[in-house]
Nanobody, 122 residues
Framework: QVQLVESGGGLVQAGGSLRLSCTAS??????MAWFRQAPGKEREFVAG????????LYAESGKGRFTMSRNSAKNTVYLQMNSLKPEDTAVYYC?????????????????WGQGTQVTVSL
């Protein structure tokens, strides 16, 4: 059974940090990505990492503040978020696709987690 389970969300003050985790089961070695969706907005790409490794790809909104990494032995990816801003408030989703290239559109991803809420207060 294919499953993605996120954790690590929560409430944090502006300037604080959170680390999100996403553990996959039922498959391995996929390209992984984080998306987020704020109320009333479309789901948007945050960061991605290829199944073959290499430098992650980041959306402009998270460059210099977010770091995505993976632990293949644990079949887990992480999103370290620093210097958080109120505009980072959203539900964060983990996703995967079987192909190597990272896509910015949610339609290109095969599997999704249930999401984890991140709320950044002033």
């Amino acid at each position: 059974q294919v499953q993605l389970v996120e954790s690590g969300g929560g409430l944090v003050q502006a300037g604080g940090s959170l680390r999100l985790s996403c553990t996959a089961s039922g498959f391995s070695n996929y390209t992984m990505a984080w998306f987020r969706q704020a109320p009333g907005k479309e789901r948007e790409f945050v960061a991605g990492i290829r199944r073959t490794g290499g430098a992650p790809l980041y959306a402009e909104s998270g460059k210099g503040r977010f770091t995505m990494s993976r632990n293949s032995a644990k079949n887990t990816v992480y999103l370290q978020m620093n210097s958080l801003k109120p505009e980072d408030t959203a539900v964060y989703y983990c996703s995967s696709r079987r192909f190597t290239d990272i896509k910015l559109s949610q339609r290109e991803y095969d599997y999704w987690g249930q999401g984890t809420q991140v709320t950044v207060s002033l």
